[in-house]
């Protein structure tokens, strides 16, 4: 039992505060040149792996034999006992107490790991085996260390006294963990350390008089790592998670959250699993926030998700969540929600799931943040959706039903019931070369519209019927052609769709779960210009476009352009607000210059007034994870009747092999401020790494009403210093330049088919 548990806790030791991603492959190299020099050991004997597990093969020099009872071996004795080995300068075996004693340049050794000791002793009548003076090297791996004395009890307990473990080489470790005593359990389930001890350049920095946790795949109740960052709203924050593993499908964590300005906050998370029913519920709470002078209600955040599957056709899923204040996620933040999120999910659905038939009930509502119209409520929405193959033209006969009451919270809005059908046939032919694409429908909606002020242009009914007629077609041609001696491929793909739905009245339907939908190329042939059913836009156009790209021999593709615009025939059409007689052209274009250079953009472009509706540019030189710069321009002209522009610049760039730089900035060019800055610096050594950044953004402000904006900055900056510890596993922990960039408010779009 010795060997195969030695070489478990020294596994554990070395995977311990590991976090670990898979990487890229093109970044390999990166991760061996941050690596330190491994010591390598020869092999100490030959194959062993056909002998019997019961079998121990003895070489040495000398032996000597006593009354059959005691055996010595000197002279470079060699030990065998399957694939595992020991050299030691004499090894005497007392068969008649049961006894093992080596001494003298102990040498054990097997594919997982090199172990040198002075000596050995084994005892089999007590079931005890003890090493002193121990230290060991873990093959091909940089975690190495020693230990005063390494024992075995008789219950199977492994302990470990005065022992160390770390990846860096050196006479002083940059890093070093040591404790007085490490404790494995007989049933190798946890692992307690004793007066633990973390050292960076001989210089303890963190003491911990005991931990405890676990180190095998089962869940058992414990304490977690802890977490320490900090911010400017929060100041310092230490998170203590402890984990509760309260039965097999049931479990929770209790994480105290200690925040230096405002006070202690308890985050709990509940976790059930049962059949095909899944649920979690988290519960996020502070008593009372010291950043806020004049008001001592809690402040909370209670979210509950449940997914679950009845029998092979019903699905159930809920999301729900309250908040106590607006401003919660701004001043607080939350694992649940983004810091900027405007809305909270309240959602439940039942489905029903079957060949031809699907089914759907929903409640549905959001708790709006800050000041945002708010939404209507829908109790309930249920949704029946039916599909029959015809036995022509790949035809399909469908029908859509929907039947929905919308409340709100304002009793100065109005409410609605709404029953909306609509049903016709689809015939969809496609070749390699062409497709076509044919609808004929036909739709109802019917408003029953309550509580309406007296001066109201709404109706209280209203019955809507309009047929929808749909063509969309195109074709897909290609051509062989070469570039400076290299043969590609180009395409050219027209495409054309014609739309008819004819004008009617709606002005006396109230907008309940409608808003305009978003305008791009690939908007051009949809049939609809709004979400939900309160606008159906009266449609006599055509809608044109044409998309070329040139692949490579790989059929990736290098180029793509794609533009177009909706023509109306009719007299009557609104674009942004101006009457139009075709819409604004929508462009789209992509250009991989090479494996490191990339543009991609869009643009809506209306050249009647000759304005741009919206646009967006992104310009990226990437050479590896340390290596890149983007470029990135948006613009949009109409939002909430204001325009926004902004231009964001990242950069990453290697010092040398230890120092790496990264920033960020984007600036409001409308405003002519900066929204966000961002600027970081990283070290990074064969065997640890330690970064210190600051970051400035602008902070929002949903509840500017609420007394809880009390001595609110309108900027929020700070700084954070984060350390890892590298050679911790086979691959690197989360370090990445891509990490750091993600640390803003509005994250990184990583460009695709680049050398990354």
């Known amino acids: 039992m010795l060997f195969p548990r030695l070489i478990f806790i020294f596994v554990c030791l070395f995977c311990i505060s590991a976090n670990v991603v898979a990487e890229p492959l093109e970044d390999q190299a990166i991760n061996t040149a941050m690596v330190c020099p ?83 002793k084994a005892s089999e009548s007590s079931n005890a085996t003890t090493l002193t003076k121990t230290s060991y090297q873990l093959t091909n791996r940089p975690g190495h260390g020693g230990a005063n004395l390494i024992s075995v009890d008789a219950d199977g307990t492994l302990i470990l006294q ?10 002083v470790p940059d890093w070093e963990l040591n404790a007085s005593e490490i404790s494995i359990s007989k049933n190798e389930k946890s692992l307690q350390a004793y007066n633990a001890r973390f050292h960076l350049f001989g210089v303890p920095v963190i003491y911990i008089p005991y931990f405890s946790v676990p180190i095998s795949d089962e869940r058992q109740s414990g304490f977690l790592y802890p977490k320490i960052k900090s911010s400017n709203k929060t100041g310092l924050e230490v998170e203590l998670p402890y984990y509760w593993n309260i039965a097999e499908n049931i479990d929770a964590t209790f994480t105290p959250r200690i925040m230096s300005k405002r006070g202690t ?28 002078s004049n008001d001592d209600s809690a402040r909370y955040l209670a979210r509950f998700q449940h997914t679950g599957t009845f029998s092979d056709n019903f699905r159930a899923y809920i999301d729900y969540t309250t908040i106590s204040d607006d401003n919660y996620l701004v001043d607080l933040g939350s694992r649940q929600y983004n810091s900027n999120d405007a809305y909270l999910y309240q959602i ?19 708790e709006v943040l800050g000041d945002h119209v708010q939404s209507y409520t829908t109790v309930p929405q249920v949704e029946i959706k039916h599909q029959t193959e015809l036995p022509f033209w790949n035809g399909l006969f469908d029908i859509y039903s929907e039947l929905s009451r919308f409340e709100a919270v304002d009793r100065e809005l109005p409410e609605a019931e709404r029953y909306h059908i609509e049903s016709g046939v689809t015939f969809p032919l496609a070749t390699p070369a062409w497709f076509l694409t ?55 793909e027209p495409q054309i769709q014609y739309l008819y739905i004819p004008d009617k009245d709606q002005s006396g339907i109230g907008l309940y779960d409608t808003t305009t939908l978003q305008d791009d190329y690939n908007g051009l042939f949809r049939d609809r210009r709004y979400s939900g059913l309160d606008r159906i836009a009266q449609a006599n156009q055509y809608s044109w476009g044409l998309t070329s790209r040139i692949l490579n021999p790989s059929n990736q593709e290098l180029f793509r352009l794609s533009v177009g615009k909706v023509v109306y025939l009719n007299n009557s059409n609104i674009d942004n607000g101006i009457a139009a007689n075709e819409s604004a052209i929508a462009a789209d274009a992509y250009y991989q210059f090479n494996n490191r250079w990339q543009f991609s953009g869009d643009i809506q472009y209306n050249t009647k007034t000759d304005q741009t509706n919206k646009s967006q540019v992104n310009v990226d030189y990437h050479i590896n994870k340390k290596n890149s710069i983007q470029l990135n321009h948006r613009y949009t002209r109409n939002v909430s009747g204001t325009s ?35 600027a970081g610096i990283q070290y990074e050594s064969c065997c640890w790494a330690l970064r210190l950044s600051y970051h400035r953004h602008i902070a929002s402000n949903l509840d500017q009403q609420n007394h809880i904006t009390t001595g609110r900055d309108e900027f929020d900056s700070g700084f954070m210093l984060w350390f890892d510890i590298n050679g911790m596993s086979s691959q690197r922990s989360n370090n990445s330049t891509e990490d750091m960039f993600n640390s803003s408010i509005f994250g990184y779009k990583r460009p695709y088919f680049l050398n990354n």
């Not at 231009?647 to 900066?674: E, F, H, M, P, Y």
Request: glycine share 6%; net charge negative.
């Open 162 to 171: 005065d022992s160390s473990f770390t990846t860096c080489y050196g006479e």
């Open 348 to 366: 439940g659905e039942l489905s029903y799931f079957g060949e031809q038939w699907q089914a759907t009930m929903k409640l549905q509502d959001f």
């Open 438 to 492: 044919s609808e004929l429908k036909l739709l109802h909606t019917y408003y029953k519209q309550d509580r309406l002020a007296a001066n109201s242009t709404l109706t209280e009914t209203v019955n809507r019927t309009l047929p929808k007629v749909r063509f969309h077609g195109g074709f897909n041609l290609d051509r062989e052609m070469t570039y400076l001696g290299q043969g590609y491929t180009q395409t050219l």
């Open 265 to 292: 906050q308890l985050l709990t998370e509940f976790r059930y699993l049962s059949g095909l029913q899944s649920g979690v519920i988290d519960l996020e709470y502070l008593q009372s926030d010291n950043e806020v």
């Open 644 to 678: 926004l522009e902004q231009l964001s610049v990242l950069a990453s760039t290697t010092v040398n092999k230890n120092w790496q730089l990264v920033g960020r900035i984007t600036r409001d060019l409308q405003n002519k401020r900066g929204i966000e800055s961002y």
């Open 38 to 120: 491994i010591p390598s050991y020869e092999k100490l004997s030959e194959d062993s792996s056909l002998l019997d597990n019961t079998v121990v093969k003895i070489i040495s020099k000398t032996s000597t034999i006593e009354k059959d009872q005691l055996a010595k071996f000197s002279g470079g004795v060699t030990l065998i006992k399957k694939q595992q080995t020991i050299v030691a300068d004499e090894v005497e075996v007392n068969r008649q107490k049961a006894l093992i004693n080596a001494q003298g340049n102990i040498h054990f050794q097997n594919n997982n790991i090199n172990i040198f000791a002075d000596q050995l």
